[in-house]
């Protein structure tokens, strides 16, 4: 009881501890897992990333002609870096950089808007399905 008193004292007298975060930037320590970086030119766009994602931060939206385009919710990722070892050009496709991470709270309406886009992106995949299809079935049956 005492000594627990006079700690309570004695921190009058100490430091505060409490970074007073914006107004005092934080130093990162090296090897921060920060957001997630994706480079459209080297992703060989093989789904990893996507399929390992714990919370489903990363979606991949698949256009009619073939290509695919890449999305990423900062504020639903947890920041585990599960992509990056998945990813086969890990550093060069996908990268998780030093830049700060999201608060966990959203921005207005960006959740909502992510799951708008998670509906669109599992309807152009089953409609890009359902086309390979049926495009199978007709060269088929024209041989
Ligand atoms: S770091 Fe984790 S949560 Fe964030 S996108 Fe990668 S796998 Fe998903
Ligand atoms: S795992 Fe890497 S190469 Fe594959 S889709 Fe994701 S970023 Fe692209």
């Excluded at 959203?106 to 909502?112: I, K, T």
Aim: hydrophobic content about 35%; charged content about 30%; overall charge negative.
């Amino acid at each position: 009881m005492f000594s627990s008193m006079l700690e309570a004292f004695l921190n009058l007298f100490r430091p505060i501890r409490t970074l007073q975060y914006p107004a005092e930037e934080i130093i990162l320590p090296s090897g921060y897992r920060g957001l997630i970086e994706h480079d459209h030119e080297a992703c060989i766009y093989c789904d990893k990333c996507e399929k390992v994602c714990p919370p489903g931060a990363i979606l991949f939206f698949q256009h009619e002609a073939g290509e695919k385009e890449y999305r990423y919710n900062p504020w639903l990722c947890i920041y585990c870096g599960e992509c990056v070892r998945a990813c086969p050009k890990p550093e060069e496709a996908l990268r998780q950089s030093e830049k700060k991470q999201l608060s966990a709270v959203a921005a207005d309406g960006a959740n909502e808007q992510w799951f708008v886009w998670e509906d669109a992106c599992r309807q152009s995949r089953e409609a890009y399905t359902a086309a390979k299809k049926s495009a199978k079935i007709q060269s088929k049956s024209e041989e």
